[in-house]
């Protein structure tokens, strides 16, 4: 997935460890990746109630918006970790006084799922889990990098150890002649 490889090019220069793990946590960082709890987090606030399930969705989908928690690039039957978190999700809004968040989570899944047969993943469901668990989201990339640490850092000594700079190819499909306008020119 895009941390190790991120990792994994950033080794390949023989920079240091620590590089090499910032160049991680970056990609982690991303809205695709790791941000997506927390885009899933601001989508259900956004949200508001289970009866603004349908016309936001239609209104997302409509605008062909991208609806974070939902779809998974490897998992296309479901993500294996998503029902464990749900379960935990209805735990912790039994335990609350608040069931909203995992009521639209539910609704959101369930629409999204009859309308265009994507499955929720792990990160709308984390979404929840978070608020019911009132985690700083601020902190959440932190939170996921620090459980990942030690198995980035075997495998940054893993790349380490048998090193190769990794070259990805890259094809030019611009004009192939241009000519040269002095930067007062342009």
Known sequence: NATPFATRVEEGTNSYLHSAIDARIGALKGPALGGSA???????????????????VDKAFAERRLIPGFGHRVYKTGDARTPHLRNMCRTLAARSADASWVEIALATEDYVRSMKRLVANVDLYAAAALYYLDFPLHLFTNFVASARIVGWSANAMEQFEKNRIIRPRLRYIGPREQKFVPLEQR
């Open 38 to 56: 927390v885009a899933s987090n601001a989508q259900i606030k956004e949200i508001g109630n289970v009866e603004n399930v349908k016309p936001w």
